[in-house]
């Protein structure tokens, strides 16, 4: 009966392939023209203000210009926006776009190995899926790349994260191995043996194997399962040692970000990132003064779990106005990864609100695109408009943080995408049914 139901879903998931496909009418290949988006209100997405009647050009994969007073230059395809946005694509970070195919079904998540005696080594590059129906959902809305996390299994250290795109083609992967995701407080606690204690011991001691590997590979003995290290998760974690591999880190507590904190002592090199950090406005200057970024729940506002005891709506406002670099995570949202504009347009509006410290437009909207970017030192590549970086660009028929619009066109790499999906072909079928295109079991009487 599994197997049954699962053969079933897979053909399911598999019926609209067709319309996403990048050969298909909808996807025209653009890489390498130029193109001119004219007379739009442009949010460059790197915490300036919007800029009315501004142009973005766009040429080989890439941003040219973006601004008033822009040139056109001779001989590009122009597209008049008047009357609508021309943005920067949203940036969803940490999620699980391109590992899940369904909720709940064991054998289609590459998110969590419990069973394992990898940790650190693990690559959920490996795993990602460009056909996954759930990128084809994002991207109409205005998602154009991620940084996909596994989650920890039976360590602190969770494995390598990816930077990936969107777009409809089967070269999804922009950054293999880009960081090291690791969960500290509660969740740590708990896969390290069941409180906070054991989980600092055990990253601490697997830094130390660390740097032992790095001193004497060849004495280096990862063989046994239950070495808390194999050789290559020592490769791996040499590697954030020496700050080569950004570290995010998931905490919620003002005690544990603190504590994060304190690694650096220890270990100067590394580039830590935390994620989560429910808390952090009760730590926002130490977390400024260390100059470490965040991606942080936008919209956690209740004592989820004794951890999150002291979160608010002002949090991530109240950590930007003592200099902390904030971006905005996914974790959390309902619906998917595009209500990342929800999140920040909230913050925006509470604003307006007395006793509520929130984000300008600007930087609410920095937040949702070239932040995590930023978080992991990749601003200079992708998310924003700003000359050099991936023309990731989204069309939008209005102010991207009002939930009344909607895209457009979308633009990954500079390649138009084709603006359909599995909601809009299930829209599509059963809006005007024919009896043709109606289930046996719902045929007219």
Known sequence: MKRAFLLLAATMLATPAAAQTPGSPQSTTLRGGTIAITGGTVAIGDGSQPIEGGTVVMSNGRIVAAGRGVAVP???????????WVAAGMVSAPTDLSLVDSEGVRESSDVRARETPFNAA??????????????ANERVLGVTRALIAPSAGNSVFAGQGAVI?????????????????????????????????AAYAMLKD??????????????????SRDSLLKRADAEVLVKVLDG?????????????????LGLTTDYPRLKLVLVGVAEGWMVARE????????????????????????????????MRAAGVQVALAST??????????????????????????????????????????EALGMGADFGSLRAGRRADVVLWDGDPLELSSAPVSVWIDGVAQPMRSRQTDLRDRYLTPTEGALPKAYERR
């Open 206 to 223: 697997a830094f130390a194997q660390a740097q032992d590997y790095r001193r004497n590979p060849a004495a280096f003995d990862g063989r």
């Open 244 to 260: 080569a591999m950004p570290l995010l880190v998931h905490v919620e507590r003002a005690s544990d970000i603190r504590s994060v």
């Open 287 to 318: 977390i400024a003064a260390a100059r470490v970024p965040v991606i942080a729940q936008a919209l956690a506002d209740l004592p989820a779990s004794f951890e999150q005891v002291a979160a608010t709506e002002s949090n991530a406002g109240r």
């Open 122 to 135: 693990l690559d959920v590059s490996v795993a990602v899926n460009p056909n996954s129906i759930k990128l």
């Open 165 to 197: 795109d969107l777009a409809a083609d089967p070269d999804a992967v922009t950054r293999a191995r880009a960081f090291q995701f690791a969960e500290l407080g509660e969740d740590g606690g708990q896969n390290a043996g069941g409180t906070r204690p």
């Open 332 to 373: 959390g949202a309902s619906g998917g990864d595009h209500v990342l504009r929800q999140f920040a347009g909230n913050l925006v509006a509470i604003t307006r609100v007395p006793g509520h410290t929130g984000l300008d437009w600007g930087q609410a909207f920095a937040a949702i695109t070239s932040g995590p970017a």
């Open 74 to 84: 001779a001989g590009a395809q122009v597209i008049d926006a008047t009357g609508k």
